[in-house]
DNA sequence: TCTGGGGTCCTAGGACCC
DNA sequence: TCTGGGGTCCTAGGACCC
């Protein structure tokens, strides 16, 4: 058996979690740059599409009708952490699918009421974090996962559904919309709607090799996995990444070479630092830039890269790398939106052959400058440290107007509790105190 | 007016191998 | 006149996920 954990409106429960004066309240957070809403709690469900432009509630923001956060997604993986270490009493089996989302193993749980269980999950997870989940419990991990998705549809449920104890699990599954499926997205959606198949248990009874040869080995996994049998396992340690990219779009448009160079060196800073973290040196680098999708003249797009040898994760290293290949990439006259970088070919860090006929750059040294540099970001602020070429006061800075508290991430922004002279926790306080 | 960021997996087709 | 079988590796593109 599966058991997927799923966070409730994760960004907008997170920001909540600090707001005790939200509760009940309309709130979403907004993604990068804030254009657009990414996240809604139940009550902004109700008011604004997922999607919607800030633009458009901008007017009920300003009223304070809705609720507003810019995204703080440092504080929102903090506060997944400690999701994840919840879950981890609970099996042994834990996998973080996603920021807000894990499977657990609950093979050798069958003897017993998992439904219970599931209950106990939620209340613990609410009560150590302060984030509501939803419980789907099931065979097989699809199966989990729509199951997820029916308890956040009906309040009755209370959070939790184990699809064994439903008694009739092919009117749930005939009610349900095909594209709510794992793996099933626009396009199969489409597809699948065009031959007749419009919900799950349509899906579910298709034939095996039509739907192999109509949509591969993923659909063929899909229709078993929605028929009980397992052919996704639990997969409780991450893969090493296989990419790692850093993209922003620019706060206004940006139509100088100057300020694009110091938005991507600021870009491959933070690249590298990842790639650090992950104790991966990168073989492959790319840098890109573009001109806004939505507009109809003056368009332009390019990409620029470059093989590493020796592959590295020094930031310095990659940062001339990554001005050259924006140079090369920019073309002057056009207004450009956004850039990227893109570390490819990764491979563990230690593995990396030296060079027989390399230049005597000191590595180890540099290797050491890294780790300071990481060290002092890490303890002190995140841009404690940096090189002079991703600028000092960048024009191009992404916009974040409704940026919240840093608090569980941040020394100086941890929440205080107040106490009041003489509410019940004032005196519990004195009372220990003149214990100690 | 404004419209995000960061990933993984599979398939098809070409080049090449014995 | 007819001219095999079975592979791997790489890339681009399309699909999916959150």
């Not at 078993?224 to 991450?238: I, K, N």
């Not at 570390?343 to 593995?351: I, S, Y």
């Not at 940096?386 to 409704?402: C, T």
Request: a neutral charge; aromatic letters at 8%.
């Amino acid at each position: 058996m599966f058991g997927l954990v799923d966070c409730n409106s994760f960004f907008a429960s997170c920001e909540k979690v600090f707001r005790p004066d939200l509760e009940g309240k309309p709130v979403v957070v907004l993604s990068n740059n804030d254009g657009c809403i990414v996240a809604r709690s139940a009550e902004a469900k109700a008011l604004v599409p997922m999607q919607a432009t800030l633009f458009s509630i901008k007017d009920r923001v300003q009223r304070g009708e809705i609720h507003a956060f810019s995204s703080n997604p440092i504080l929102y993986r903090d506060m997944s952490r400690r999701v994840i270490q919840t879950l981890e009493h609970f099996s042994p089996e834990v996998e973080q699918y996603s920021i807000d989302e894990a499977f657990l193993g609950l093979h050798g749980f069958t003897h017993e009421n998992l439904s219970e269980y599931g209950q106990q999950i939620r209340a613990t997870v609410k009560q150590w974090t302060g984030i509501p989940v939803s419980v789907g419990i099931a065979k097989t991990k699809t199966l989990a996962k729509l199951a997820a998705h029916v308890v956040k549809q009906d309040p009755q449920l209370e959070g939790v559904l184990d699809f064994e104890t439903v008694h009739d699990l092919d009117a749930v599954l005939a009610s349900i919309d095909v594209g709510e499926v794992w793996g099933i997205g626009r396009n199969l959606k489409a597809k699948l709607n065009a031959i007749g198949i419009k919900n799950v248990l349509q899906l579910q009874q298709a034939d095996e090799a039509w739907i192999k040869k109509q949509f591969g080995v993923l659909g063929l996994r899909t229709v078993l996995e929605l028929r009980g049998t397992p052919c996704f396992q639990m997969e409780p340690v991450a893969a090493p990444k296989t990419m790692r990219i850093v993209s922003r779009s620019f706060g206004h448009l940006v139509t100088e070479l100057a300020d694009i160079k110091e938005a991507v060196a600021t870009y491959t800073s933070r690249c590298a630092e990842k790639l650090r973290m992950d104790g991966l040196v990168a073989g492959q680098f790319a840098v890109s830039m573009r001109t806004s999708y939505y507009r109809q003249d003056n368009q332009y797009a390019a990409a620029r890269s470059m093989h590493l040898d020796p592959p590295t994760n020094d930031t310095a290293a990659l940062i001339a790398i990554a001005l050259n290949l924006a140079e090369a990439a920019y073309q002057p006259g056009y207004e450009y939106l956004k850039a990227k970088v893109m570390a490819t070919e990764l491979v563990p860090a230690d593995e990396v052959q030296g060079e027989l006929f390399a230049a005597p750059v000191d590595t180890e040294k540099r290797g050491r400058l890294m780790q300071a540099m990481d060290h002092l970001n890490s303890t002190l602020s995140p841009d404690a440290v940096k090189f002079g070429a991703v600028g000092l006061n960048p024009s191009w800075k992404m916009r974040s107007d409704y940026f919240s508290q840093r608090y569980t991430t941040h020394w100086g922004e941890i929440p205080t509790v107040k106490v009041w002279q003489d509410s019940p926790m004032r005196q519990q306080r004195d009372t220990a105190q003149s214990k100690l």
